[in-house]
Every structure is written in structure tokens, then in C-alpha cells.
């Protein structure tokens, strides 16, 4: 069964450093995610990206945030300085329907941000 | 309001027990509805989606009332390995057409041997 695939499934860094968390999505996919799941807490819809572009995003997705599909086959979430609270399961999704029939997500990055 | 709502749990029940879980959406115009499980620190795998005319998978019915904004989901004959959150999630169409998920909190079930 494909799968989304994300790297590296754990990470930890310091309070204002960059991160990249890199997925790769199902091969024939068009709709790709990212959301967000702080521990003890409901998982939360950060941005839709589609047709190489960002489709929407939510409030959580301020301007240190930021989406790429650099080369047709990773999408990327860059986070250019992170606070503690961005500590959470990043989950990648990928889609080849929009939402109408649910997603497929990624295994997670878990980031600790110390 | 919230979104998504549905009852925490925990929700304890013994082998072979049958449990129904419910949750509520806010938006009317919500497209389409799920119930997705997830394990500790595991991702939100999709369990099934939900239609109006109800629909069964094994020992998993999901039901839809549009009129209620009301969605459930019963389990038969609980097995130990059915023990997860449950999560209710929402097609919510934006301002785009590639919608997004709305979830949950989540319904908590323990089945005890």
C-alpha cells in the first residue's frame, strides 16, 4: 500500500533555530497538508498546498512558517525560528481527491523544541 | 461552539462488549464526515467514512444525521486490539476546493481482558 513518508520521524532543537520537516507524498498525489498535533491535544490543520501553491492555511501558520515542493517529489514545512511551543507531531498528508475522501498521513515528526 | 466535539471518555469496557461513540459538528455545511483511529503517538489512520445512509464495515456502523449535525460510530464484539482514540473529523470546505480536516479531540477506548 503507498504510504507518505516523513523525515526524520524524531527531532529536537533549540528555541530560535530553523527546521525543516521533510515528507514525501503518495507518487500520483495533488493535494498535499501539514497539521499539527501538540501532546494531549487535538490534531489542528495548519496549510493545503495544490498546484504549487498554498491553497489555505490556518491562523497557527504565521509568517515563520513556510511550505515548498522543491523538486516534485518532497514538501517541505520550514519553520525559521522556533519557539518551545512549537513542540508537537507534525503530521504530512497527501491526497489525490482534496479532502472529499479523507487523507493518508505520514508516520509524524516529532519536534522538540528545547 | 467547538467545531468537532465528542465526548472524551475514557470509554472501559470489557472483550467482546458493544460501545458507540457520538460527536457533534457546528458547520452546516460541512461536505463530508470520517472516523479516523489513531494509536499513541501514531497518525490519524482513516477507519471509514461516514454517509447519511449509514454504512458498515465488519463489526464498525458509522451514521450520519445532517439534520442533527450528529455522527456515530458503534463497535461489536470489542476486541483488545480495538483499544485507541477514535477521532470524528469534518470536511470543511474553505475558501479553496482542496478543503481541510476538522478534528476531534478524540474518544478514548480501553477494552480490558
Known amino acids: 500500500e503507498p504510504e507518505v513518508t516523513q523525515t526524520p520521524s524524531h527531532q529536537v532543537t533549540q528555541m530560535g533555530q530553523e527546521v525543516i520537516l521533510r515528507c514525501v507524498p503518495i507518487s500520483n498525489h495533488l493535494y498535499f497538508y501539514w497539521y499539527r498535533q501538540i501532546l494531549g491535544q487535538k490534531v489542528e490543520f495548519l496549510v493545503s498546498?495544490?498546484?504549487?501553491?498554498?491553497?489555505?492555511k490556518s491562523e497557527i501558520f504565521d509568517d515563520q512558517f513556510s511550505v515548498e515542493r522543491p523538486d516534485g517529489s518532497n514538501f517541505t514545512l520550514k519553520i525559521r525560528s522556533t519557539k518551545l511551543e512549537d513542540s508537537a507531531m507534525y503530521f504530512c498528508?497527501?491526497?489525490?481527491?482534496?479532502?472529499?475522501?479523507?487523507?493518508?498521513f505520514g508516520s509524524g515528526t516529532r519536534l522538540t523544541v528545547v | 461552539r467547538k467545531e468537532v466535539e465528542q465526548d472524551p471518555g475514557p470509554f472501559n469496557v470489557p472483550e467482546g462488549a458493544t460501545v458507540a461513540f457520538n460527536c457533534t459538528y457546528s458547520n452546516s455545511a460541512s461536505q463530508s464526515f470520517f472516523w479516523y483511529r489513531q494509536d499513541c503517538r501514531k497518525e490519524p489512520k482513516l477507519l471509514m467514512s461516514v454517509y447519511s445512509s449509514g454504512n458498515e464495515d465488519g463489526r464498525f456502523t458509522a451514521q450520519l444525521n445532517r439534520a442533527s449535525q450528529y455522527i456515530s460510530l458503534l463497535i461489536r464484539d470489542s476486541k483488545l486490539s480495538d483499544s485507541a482514540t477514535y477521532l470524528c473529523?469534518?470536511?470543511?470546505?474553505?475558501?479553496?476546493?482542496?478543503?481541510?480536516?476538522?478534528f476531534g479531540q478524540g474518544t478514548t477506548l480501553q477494552v480490558k481482558p
Open positions: 473529523v469534518v470536511n470543511m470546505r474553505g475558501s479553496s476546493n482542496t478543503g481541510k480536516l476538522i
Open positions: 498528508a497527501s491526497s489525490d481527491t482534496g479532502a472529499l475522501y479523507g487523507y493518508t
Open positions: 498546498f495544490y498546484n504549487n501553491e498554498i491553497s489555505e
